[in-house]
């Protein structure tokens, strides 16, 4: 399980999980099962029900009758826990991001320097593919995902590029792309250039901030009182979204009044403060660095 993935804030995330023996949990980005081996570890008659959407993930299954693991996208984890006739849960656990697999597998294409096709799926039921998100998508829509999602200043000059580029010859490959947009990166920052750009076409293709929006949404309804989310994102537009839910209950972060004019909120705040990784774990992870852990108790 550590070669597909080793978590990020492994003990801090358990610990504030705050897991009772006899709880209902879910993990909704299952991975390697890193979280879900600890939770299992601290529960005994209680239930897990894990997610993931990428049928890789189901290979480091945990064999445990206690844990229900399923092949879908978290976006629709009240549905399955429906199915499952379960209400509400003790606590939700999301690991954002993706996984060591997904990006050390070339095959993949999630990664720069990968020397096969720019596929970025998650979902490899899934028929549309980043390549195809560069070689058909217009200058304009180019441009609003490198700016929205890559957080790019040259957003259009960079989708104006792809799209001059393209109509000579068909984008496949990271270093097609690379050679095109590498007059863009600020020198010794090219790699941190070139990861905003893949994470702009990932979260496009995977539509990933609509389900994290949906996913937000669902928590309120499938926590008990006193149930507990922990959200570990690892970039500003994942955090920024998180931050404001678990303050406000919204995507903006404006607290709204209920009819007697008090502020209303569905959480308590946990840690007030972002949790990141100690210098330790960096050390030992040192993907684990860009990670933020957030904690809201349903009230």
């Known amino acids: 399980m550590s070669a597909y993935h080793i978590p990020a804030l492994l003990k801090e995330s358990i ?3 705050n897991v009772k023996p006899d709880g209902k949990y879910v993990d909704v980005t299952y991975g390697g099962g890193g979280h ?13 029900f894990a997610f993931d959407q990428d049928e890789e993930a189901l290979n480091n299954k945990i064999d445990d009758k206690r844990l229900i693991l399923i092949h879908a996208n978290f976006k629709f984890v009240k549905n399955f826990l429906r199915y499952y006739n379960i209400k509400q849960v003790d606590g939700i656990i999301a690991d954002l991001g993706i996984s060591f697999h997904q990006v050390d597998e070339s095959k993949r294409g999630f990664s720069f320097k990968s020397d096969d096709e720019i596929d970025m799926r998650m979902n490899r039921n899934a028929t549309l593919k980043a390549t195809e998100i560069l070689n058909n998508y217009e200058t304009e829509h180019l441009a609003r995902i490198f700016k929205e999602y890559g957080e790019l200043n040259q957003a259009w000059r960079i989708a104006q590029s792809i799209t001059d580029a393209r109509s000579k010859r068909k984008l496949e490959k990271a270093a097609d792309l690379l050679k095109i947009i590498e007059k863009f990166a600020s020198p010794k920052m090219e790699n941190k250039f070139y990861a905003k750009v893949f994470q702009a076409l990932r979260i496009e293709l995977n539509q ?4 994290l929006k949906e996913f937000l949404l669902a928590s309120t309804d499938m926590l008990k009182t006193g149930g507990r989310l922990v959200v570990i994102s690892y970039h500003s537009l994942e955090d920024r979204l998180v931050k404001n839910f678990m303050k406000s209950g919204n995507f903006n972060g404006d607290i709204e009044k ?28 040192p993907r ?3 990670a933020k852990m957030r904690i809201a108790e349903k009230k």
């Not at 299992?40 to 239930?47: I, V, W």
């Open 36 to 48: 879900s081996k600890e939770i299992l570890n601290n529960l005994k008659k209680g239930k897990l």
């Open 258 to 285: 209920d009819v007697y004019g008090r502020f209303s909120t569905p959480f308590e705040l946990v840690n007030k403060k972002i949790i990141v990784p100690s210098d330790e774990e960096v050390s030992i992870n």
């Open 15 to 17: 610990t504030g999980l």
């Open 208 to 211: 990933e901030i609509g389900a």
């Open 288 to 290: 684990s660095r860009s």
